[in-house]
């Protein structure tokens, strides 16, 4: 389904940027 892999992709870019923001406040 489209929408179903439209909400993998949002949730999935929301992690990165997450991860991104929590790396670099440790750094």
Avoid: D
Wanted: hydrophobic share 75%; with cysteine.
């Amino acid at each position: 389904m489209i929408l179903a892999g439209a909400l993998a992709k949002a949730i999935h870019s929301f992690v990165v940027i997450a991860l991104g923001l929590a790396t670099a406040l440790a750094c």
